[in-house]
């Protein structure tokens, strides 16, 4: 299917990762699968962190080997250091997505290295990759630059420090890279800044957008990005991923909202909106406690709104 | 006072006109106060209708006589036509918004009149105030073009519509063009498509959008205003305004979030935000039944924000 723009899915893991409730491992599986049904091809399906550290993700191997078995899903995962890493070796994952953070900080109070201990253990992992036994399936490796945009500890994260561990992660073997704004910081002026800043380092792999709509702004940086050239987007179902220190304040840009807004810009997500709305009653159902955001799945469609036809921008 | 960009509220008029409790005319008025304290300089206060149709509106003079005591306040009204324009006449309102549709039949349903009556109805207006004695204070006159970016009952609108009926309004004599999207349908690919063709009908006059956060492509749809060169945008405290027959829609862009992302950008918009969210606490007092939506009165400031200096972009 052509596609213009790639959306994937990351609220089985961010949106998922700071909720109290378990979610039962079938209902994890019915909300990929169903994602999956409605064109969604790429789904970060979990997490491989110490299940002490995050019992939500105590399913790890169970919901990564299942979605393993969905035909044409990119399956991802998220790893914060090499340990993880081989766990998603052993279990064929298609993508591992580690993740460091600019702002040192930061990068101490998630993972408890320096910068440069976090880049030494991505290194570790790309030679991991390396040492797989010839003919194996390798994962892609992506590199995520947390707090690329701001960090609530220290503030602003001066651009060229971006551009620098952006290098870094490249140079290091990174196949794709992410930028999140992890904290929500971002405005549309510092995500062209940012991106462009990256874009130069990045030396022709993809970079993708990771927005969290906590102060509004999530949609109209995703539009910043994209004037940028940025092609690929995380969002989340329904916006799942509040802050549970910061209540009512809201995750990552809801998946459908990012859909229609991409769709009726006539860029083709490959995607079938209303058939991913229906799949917030999965969540409705399972996680009754979950906040579930969205601007379209209140108010509906507009008048004659027709997905965009492939006569792209 | 140096701004960048000009944010006018809208709340009072578009946020109250579909709310069932009349909000006390006292109240309306430490709402209007309280914001031209927090440094906004424009307020469209209030709408000259039959009391019969809008009750919100019974205290239309009283607001606007008040309001017009507040030191460099611009005080504006909407018009549906010259008889609501000549109350704002003798009221000595500083600003007339005149409303008409570009789609036929919303402008049917809403003024139940063609567009070419409505024209004649503006012109009638324009007339009254060429009509008004010398050394009378003349109120500026502005044409608003509803439904420029989508009608819930034609969908989609063209744009060599909304540019000819542009040209009208300015051939007629608009001092200034406001281009709502009326139903939150539009996207920012759209937003530049039609304001460039409406820039282009102008002749210099400024041009002012209005956008509905419906869809959550409120502050997306800004910044692709902005980017076309607009520099007026109406919001509304809280972003009051959902429309009564689409429960949770929300109403216009949140003049907070607004704020906060135009300050972020770099662009002055003269308005102190901290004192900006403190004047929701006079909506929750007054109307409880009132939804309050706002990410940054929910989220609060980054860390380390600053308004923006002058050093604008």
Redesign the interface.
């Known amino acids: 299917m052509d596609r213009d723009v790639i959306l994937r899915e990351v609220g089985l893991r961010d949106g998922l990762q700071g909720h109290g409730q378990f979610m039962p491992t079938a209902d994890k599986l019915r909300w990929i699968g169903a994602e999956a049904a409605a064109g969604v091809s790429e789904i970060e399906v979990t997490s491989y962190v110490p299940v002490k550290l995050l019992p939500q993700f105590a399913d790890a191997a169970e919901v990564t080997t299942q979605s393993l078995r969905i035909p044409g899903l990119a399956v991802a995962a998220l790893v914060p250091n090499l340990k993880g890493a081989q766990r998603g070796l052993e279990l064929g994952v298609h993508k591992l997505n580690f993740v460091m953070s600019v702002s040192a900080t930061h990068n101490m109070k998630n993972v408890r290295r320096t910068r440069e201990e976090s880049l030494a253990e991505f290194r570790a992992i790309v030679a991991a990759i390396a040492e797989l036994p010839a003919g194996a399936a390798r994962p892609a490796i992506c590199g995520g630059l947390a707090t690329a945009l ?7 994260v001066p651009v060229p420090e971006v551009a620098r561990w952006a290098a870094a992660l490249v140079e290091a073997g990174a196949q794709e890279l992410i930028v999140p704004d992890t ?3 971002a ?4 995500v062209k800044e940012v991106f462009r800043a990256v874009l130069a380092e990045a030396g022709g792999i993809p970079v993708a957008a990771h927005f969290h ?5 999530g ?2 940086n ?3 990005a994209l004037e940028c050239g940025v092609t690929r987007f995380d969002a989340s179902l329904a916006g799942t991923g509040g802050c549970p220190f ?1 209540p ?3 995750g990552n840009i ?1 998946m459908e ?1 990012a859909c ?2 991409l769709e ?3 860029l083709r997500t490959g995607v079938d909106l209303e058939k991913l709305v229906e799949v917030r009653r999965i969540l409705a159902e399972t996680l009754p406690d979950l906040p579930l955001e ?3 799945a ?3 469609l ?3 709104y027709a997905p965009a036809q492939g006569a792209a ?1």
Do not use: H
């Open positions: 701001g960090c609530s500890y220290e503030g602003a904290v929500g910081y405005n549309p002026r510092l709509d906590t102060r509004g702004t949609l109209a995703l539009v910043a910061a009512g304040a809201s809801v909202d229609y807004l009726s810009m006539g969205g601007a379209i209140r108010a509906g507009p008048r004659g921008a």
